[in-house]
């Protein structure tokens, strides 16, 4: 690797780049005093930088600072960044910890996407999601617990724009009684599916949100009813609880 960028006007407006963010508003003259260059060659760096987008000039200091575009830049590269390397040892540390089926869901419009699951190994029980198959947000423990983060106009929009039926006797289908749960997961911090997807199964889940706040992700534990009695529902809400802190931990 060359200890010297070898197109010298890229190390010169990457450095001015640099300086502005460390400087804020400054003028020309007093940037020419820091980089140690003189008026005309940093003139043409600014000038071919405000073409790109990347900083300004206030039409009355004369001042030049940083547009909002590398900010823009740098929200891409973090949402590019792969969830799943932060999340996935607390998710297999889960599993192994409870015995049971773990999955990792990411909001998709109205609906959730199964994008990571850790089988139980300890049971014969098998879970019918997979990896990449969706699950509406009205009736998923998953779903409940990221609209619980959500305003109620996004609520009600995803309400609104999801096919509502009763797919289990247990579902609920009322959109005033989804919002009574809905503020139970905010008082409680993680939501239920209490066989409300799927007969005989119960999921304890809380929400993971991204780097921006927003609810975005979301785990659960799943379970055959028969195993998830509510004093053990009571028992594992501690343990997705303390579950979520070390996930925003590695997220941070």
Known sequence: MEDKNPIQVADRLFLVLETLADTGSVTLAEL???????????????????????????????????TLKLLGLSNKLLSHMDILDAVRPSLKALAEKTGETVHFVQLDGIEAVYIYKEESTQNSVRMVSKVGSRIPLYCSGVGK?????????????????????????????????????IKEVREKGYALDDEENELGVRCIAVSIPDYLSRPKYAFS????????????????????????????????
């Open 221 to 252: 534990i799943s379970a055959p009813a028969a195993r998830m009695s509510d004093e053990r529902i009571h028992a594992l809400s501690e343990i997705v609880l303390n579950t979520k802190k070390e996930m925003l931990s590695a997220m941070s």
């Open 145 to 181: 617990a990221m609209a619980a983060d959500m305003e109620e106009p996004q609520i009600r929009f995803i309400w609104e724009h999801s096919t509502i039926r009763k797919l289990t006797s247990h579902t609920i289908i009322d959109y005033t009684q989804f919002l009574e749960k």
């Open 32 to 66: 020419c005093r820091q980089l140690s260059l003189n008026k005309s060659t940093l003139h043409r760096l600014l000038s071919s930088l405000i073409y790109m987008g990347y900083v300004k000039q206030d039409s009355e200091t004369g001042k030049y600072s940083l």
